[in-house]
């Protein structure tokens, strides 16, 4: 069936520094939306994402539908943005239901 | 973020018991989602509705599951009897349309004992 990849599991990061994470799809999708997990265990919407680039303060996000990836990027890292990050993606053709990757645990260091 | 309401935060049964969980969409949201969250962040899509119609839904939740979203009343997901797989997080998420931002609520943790 259709699925997500989504790399790395987890990721380790200084105060100040940025990364990027990554979702590969074995099929086209329509859309993609990044999560976050807080503290509380609700998921917190990043972005969503029906084609290009998308950038709200620290985080950036881009897709492309034809080459099957999303990135969502962090610059300059903080202590509140440790948490699991969750992207999820809207098949083509479908209801609306999301496919989620298994998520990237973000540490972020002093 | 979310103004998506579930309740109860938390659900304890015995297998072979319903299980009912139930979720208030934000105002102005007709496009409803359930999906289940294992102890592995595995996300299983269970159904959706817009309005009261069911738009699409997996095998098990046809089989084993009983869900409806009543105009003017909260959405429900009952399991009809729990089992021991079915401890999970139960998230409901809304949306304006089918194909748009989903919103997610904070979940109903179920444990099947």
């Known amino acids: 069936g259709d699925q997500v990849e989504q790399s790395p599991s987890a990721l380790s990061l200084h105060e100040g520094t940025g990364s990027a994470l990554r979702c590969n799809f074995t099929?086209?999708?329509?859309?993609v939306q990044w999560f976050r997990k807080n503290s509380r265990g609700s998921l917190i919407n990043l972005f969503y994402?029906?084609?290009g680039t998308k950038e709200n303060g620290r985080l950036k996000s881009a897709f492309d539908s034809k080459e099957r990836y999303s990135t969502l990027h962090i610059r300059d890292a903080q202590l509140e943005d440790s948490g699991t990050y969750f992207c999820?993606?809207?098949?083509?053709?479908?209801?609306?239901?999301?496919?989620f990757g298994l998520g990237t645990t973000l540490q972020v260091q002093p | 973020n979310s103004k998506v309401i579930q309740t109860p935060r938390y659900l304890v049964k015995g297998q072979g018991q319903k299980a009912k969980m139930r979720c208030i969409p934000e105002?102005?949201?007709?496009?409803v989602f359930w999906y289940q969250q294992n102890k592995n962040n595995e996300f299983k899509f269970l159904i959706n509705?817009?309005?009261?119609?069911?738009?699409?839904q997996i095998d098990m939740t046809e089989k084993r599951f009983s869900a409806e979203c009543p105009s003017n009343s909260p959405c429900s997901l009952e399991i009809q009897s729990s089992e021991a797989g079915d401890s999970a997080l139960y998230l409901c998420?809304?949306?304006?349309?089918?194909?748009?931002?989903?919103?997610f609520g904070p979940g109903t943790r179920l444990l099947v004992l």
């Open positions: 999820a993606a809207e098949a083509t053709g479908n209801t609306g239901k999301l496919i």
């Open positions: 105002k102005g949201h007709p496009v």
């Open positions: 998420a809304s949306s304006p349309g089918g194909q748009d931002t989903q919103y």
């Open positions: 509705f817009q309005n009261q119609e069911v738009l699409q």
């Open positions: 994402l029906a084609s």
């Open positions: 099929t086209t999708m329509r859309a």
